[in-house]
């Protein structure tokens, strides 16, 4: 059984703070791992992923992420946040199969 | 430029009418979904399409049916629908197996009255 588990849904931070945001997964076997971004009212936006390699991934408008086989994690961080970077982030985990599972999301709060 | 386009983007209907949401990709993408987003449940597979007429279930099929006839398009039916299936859906294509990249559509508000 493939889970999904973000432990915040809801982060408040102020512009220019920095954020991490906590994906915890468990599958069996390879897997992908990914983060996506929903703006209100918007589809979800791919940020970054991971499959093997550096387990430090970099994706768009300074956000990253870093993988740990060992907690089972795909924390997404960013160094300073802007107030743009309101919105609700999801995890997502897939493997050889087509199947990709979400998180229930993560709702970033930017104050100004 | 890389788009999935979904439609119609709201959409009122009363119980026991049938709803066609549509879905259209540019990318000629194999593999196309159907989720659909409620608050505090995150977004829950409906259906998964593999190609033109192969078509699987998701985690919550019932009550929903699906067309792919060509790649590009991917059509979610509601046949009778209930109030419980008010709701935002989202269609997703997906990339080759080397990328694993969902591209979402902007969504449809479906209200069932």
């Known amino acids: 059984t493939q889970t999904v588990s973000q432990s915040d849904a809801h982060v408040t931070v102020f512009e220019g703070d920095s954020v991490e945001l906590r994906c915890n997964y468990s599958?069996?076997?390879?897997?992908?791992l990914s983060w996506y971004i929903q703006h209100h009212g918007r589809g979800l936006q791919f940020l970054l992923k991971?499959?093997?390699?550096?387990?430090v991934v970099q994706g768009v408008n300074g956000f990253k992420a870093e993988f740990s086989k060992s907690d089972s994690s795909f924390h997404l961080r960013k160094a300073s946040v802007h107030w743009s970077d309101s919105a609700v982030y999801f995890c997502?985990?897939?493997?050889?199969?087509?199947?990709?599972?979400f998180g229930d999301g993560t709702q970033l709060v930017v104050k100004p | 430029d890389m788009k999935v386009t979904q439609m119609p983007r709201y959409l009122i209907k009363r119980m026991g009418e049938n709803v066609l949401l549509e879905c259209g990709q540019d990318m000629s993408h194999e593999t196309m979904y159907w989720y659909r987003q409620d608050p505090g449940l995150g977004l829950q597979l409906i259906y998964i399409s593999y190609d033109v007429d192969s078509n699987s279930e998701g985690d919550i099929p019932k009550g929903y049916r699906v067309s792919r006839k060509k790649r590009e398009h991917f059509s979610l039916i509601l046949d009778s629908a209930k109030t419980n299936q008010t709701s935002v859906y989202f269609c997703a294509s997906r990339g080759d197996s080397s990328q694993n990249t969902l591209y979402f559509g902007a969504g449809t508000r479906l209200s069932v009255l």
């Open positions: 991971y499959y093997s390699g550096n387990p």
């Open positions: 599958y069996g076997g390879s897997i992908y």
């Open positions: 997502a985990v897939s493997g050889s199969n087509n199947r990709i599972f």
